[in-house]
Structure formats: structure tokens, C-alpha cells
């Protein structure tokens, strides 16, 4: 193989390597239905610890429903982390439900990959039911006053500029 036709495998290979990187997020981002029932947040994480509507005063949330088995899934969640940890703010939190999985799957993969942000089983799907999602992953961000301001489905780069503009959304 002469050396044009090897550069131009060469750059056709970088070519694809950098569309692929830019492709990351894929995502809708849409408000919040008026008139849908918003519910009640009152869960028990695998860690133990119940969440309540009365800790979530005065704090955004993210709900974030994921699966083991969802690749969109994986690929989001270390940007998830990665938000998390950086955020230095008190006024954020983080609340992920895993869909239809075991505990212990969901405790061994979230142990494995070095996850520290709350998960909720949702063994029967009846929490994401009631939050009306429909694909994974989707993201429910919730303002400080308690009501649900954007539905987002699909993988977010939660490291990204626009992210901060959702969150300040109050």
C-alpha cells in the first residue's frame, strides 16, 4: 500500500474517531407537560436512606432513570458522576432509579464503576411509570420549588454549558 492510500486511511479513521466524539449527547430536551400529576418523591435508596419531599426544599433534582442493559445508559452515567462531584453546591442533588433490575446487579455495577450518587430500585417500573418515562436514559430536572421543569430523554454530556442553563431554570 502506497503512502496516500495509507494517509487516507489514516485520516478517513480520525475522521470517524471525531464525528463519534461529537456525537455524544443525542438528546430531547422538552418542558415539563402542564396538568401531568407530578409525584411524590418519597423513595429508599440501596444505600438505606429514605428521600422525602420535605429534604428536597430549596434543592434542584435530578432524576435520572438508567439500566445495566441500556448502552445510552453507560455512556451517560460518568458524565452524571463527573457533575456530580464537580458541582459544589449544596442546593443541587442527584437522585438516579434503576429500572427493573435486582439490587444486588444494580449494587455490584454501581460498586464496579466507582458510582457515589444515591440509587433508587425501582424493581417493577412502577416509579418510572408514574414519571411517564418511556425510554432510558431520561432525565427529570426539578427546580427548587419542588416542580419538575424539564423532561430530558436520551444520554446528556452532564458536563456541558447548556446543563448549567437547566439547572438555573427556578
Known sequence: MGFRASFFIWALGLALVLCTTHAHAQFDKKRWPKGMVV??????????KAWEPHQLKGKVVILNFWATWCAPCLEELPSLQTFQDFSNSN????????????????????SRNGYTFPVIADRQGDISKKWGV?????SVV????GKP??????????????IQEWIKTR
Open 39 to 48: 409525584p411524590s418523591i418519597e423513595y429508599t435508596d440501596l444505600s438505606g
Open 91 to 110: 442546593d443541587l442533588l442527584i437522585l438516579t432509579i434503576n429500572v427493573k433490575e435486582t439490587p444486588s446487579k444494580i449494587q455490584q455495577f454501581v
Open 149 to 162: 421543569t424539564w423532561i430530558v430523554e436520551g444520554p446528556v454530556d452532564w458536563t456541558g454549558k447548556e
Open 134 to 138: 418511556k425510554l432510558f436514559p431520561t
Open 142 to 145: 426539578i427546580s427548587a420549588q
